[in-house]
């Protein structure tokens, strides 16, 4: 099975810009949820989606959005990007029927904003 | 708030040797502890993970040790290998249907000197 796959990569986008982080969650997982890694915070919860719904939010600014798609991707995106918002950003799928197994983590998207 | 306090923040051990982590939490309602293994570049991976019913979880050289009543947990790296070296993550969550909002610690790096 492949397994969580996040685009792009790496972005560097500049204060007042908007970004959109895309996350494929490994087939038949129907849970992903975000997180920020930053040197200062660690890992910190950014939301959860289980079949299109928003199931659990962390305690981030509502610039900070989601969505889930009927294939279970799921989308982040920031909006007025802030120098604070450089960061790596996780995704995680979970299976199961409730989605609360085990998460896998995809490798991050590296946002930096200059 | 850190509801999950790790430490150390390093720690260097020799080949062969013992790696302790520690973890202690506040929030009386978490009843899943897992523990994430991090090398650069990747998203974390989990490494094992204990429920309060048990004390004790032992998979290959690593073991996690949970004592309740002191709102306590650890992870015991047996025969540490220079492969091990990594950034170790404890977490917990409330097992409330979704395992989506897991709480990190800050992290410990690990070195291990051949």
């Known amino acids: 099975k492949a397994g969580v796959t996040q685009t792009p990569r790496y972005l560097i986008k500049t204060r007042g810009q908007q970004v959109t982080l895309s996350c494929s969650p490994i087939s038949g997982h129907r849970s992903v949820s975000w997180y920020q890694q930053t040197p200062g915070q660690g890992l910190q919860f950014l939301f959860e989606y289980f079949s299109e719904t928003q199931r659990n939010k962390g305690n981030f600014p509502g610039r900070f959005s989601g969505r889930q798609f009927s294939n279970s991707r799921s989308e982040m995106n920031v909006s007025t990007l802030e120098l604070g918002d450089s960061a790596l950003y996780l995704c995680?799928?979970?299976?199961?029927?409730?989605?609360?197994?085990?998460?896998?983590f995809g490798p991050g998207t590296r946002l930096t904003v200059l | 708030q850190q509801q999950v306090k790790q430490s150390p923040q390093s720690l260097i051990v020799q080949k062969g040797g013992i790696s302790i982590i520690n973890c202690a939490y506040e929030n009386t309602a978490f009843d899943y502890f897992p523990w994430y293994q991090q090398f650069p570049g990747k998203g974390p991976a989990l490494l094992i993970a204990i429920r309060p019913d048990v004390s004790e979880k032992k998979e290959g050289r690593f073991t996690i040790s949970f004592n309740k009543s002191a709102k306590q947990f650890s992870l015991h790296i047996m025969d540490s290998q220079p492969g091990d070296s990594a950034t170790y993550f404890c977490a917990a969550s409330k097992d409330g249907g979704s395992q989506g909002n897991l709480i990190f610690g800050k992290g410990t790096k690990l070195s291990v000197k051949p």
């Open positions: 995680a799928s979970s299976g199961g029927r409730s989605g609360t197994d085990t998460q896998y």
